[in-house]
T-cell receptor, first 113, second 109 residues
Framework: DVKVTQSSRYLVKRTGEKVFLECVQD?????MFWYRQDPGLGLRLIYF???????EKGDIPEGYSVSREKKERFSLILESASTNQTSMYLC????????????FGPGTRLTVL | EDQVTQSPEALRLQEGESSSLNCSYT??????LFWYRQDPGKGPEFLFT???AGEEKEKERLKATLTKKESFLHITAPKPEDSATYLC??????????FGPGTRLSVLP
């Protein structure tokens, strides 16, 4: 079974803090993704990566950065957290190929006070 | 621009009352259509991938079908544990997923 894990289920941070969200997959997938999910707005793509050291901006990259130093790990970084970044953050991974299914982690509910 | 809409927004069924959820899409060359189930506070769980019109897939009480413009998720004799939000997504030549807003299904005992 595909396993995607995220470092925290719930996280509470203060405005201006630097926040790291970690995602690890155990299926040797090439592609990894970060989404945020908000009521009424659905899932929106923040960043994705097709290989180690590679990253591409998604639809809403502002205020975020990512790091992929190892194939199995993809980190999302909030350089200076703001209250409008309070959201559910979802990581996903998929194998090589343009039609491969994305498998999601359990999500991190981030609250920025 | 690729777009996905889902209807209805919410659906309440009695246990055993079969129904269908709709996913309509416009995409520049469909490479795949994906159905997920999402429980509150959790990540989406993969259900089906459909690649071409006419394709059908089944899993327990769920059956997904695909035409050139829409997909249906048929739920036969649902149980309360089928209550969840069902998400549809498409992948076109843009190579990223475009998600629909979801249908929130409640199955009452």
């Amino acid at each position: 079974d595909v396993k995607v894990t995220q470092s925290s289920r719930y996280l509470v941070k203060r405005t201006g803090e630097k926040v790291f969200l970690e995602c690890v997959q155990d299926m040797d997938h090439e592609n990894m993704f970060w989404y945020r999910q908000d009521p009424g707005l659905g899932l929106r793509l923040i960043y994705f990566s097709y290989d180690v050291k590679m990253k591409e901006k998604g639809d809403i990259p502002e205020g975020y950065s990512v790091s992929r130093e190892k194939k199995e790990r993809f980190s999302l970084i909030l350089e200076s957290a703001s209250t409008n970044q309070t959201s559910m953050y979802l990581c996903a991974s998929s194998g090589r190929g343009n039609t491969d299914t994305q498998y999601f982690g359990p999500g991190t509910r981030l609250t920025v006070l | 621009e690729d777009q996905v809409t889902q209807s209805p927004e919410a659906l309440r069924l009695q246990e055993g009352e079969s129904s269908s959820l709709n996913c309509s899409y416009t995409v520049s060359g469909l490479r795949g259509l994906f159905w997920y189930r999402q429980d509150p506070g959790k990540g989406p769980e993969f259900l089906f991938t459909l690649y071409s019109a006419g394709e059908e897939k089944e899993k327990e009480r769920l059956k997904a079908t695909l035409t050139k413009k829409e997909s249906f998720l048929h739920i036969t004799a649902p149980k309360p544990e089928d209550s969840a939000t069902y998400l549809c997504a498409v992948m076109g030549y843009g190579q990223n997923f475009v998600f629909g807003p979801g249908t929130r299904l409640s199955v009452l005992p």
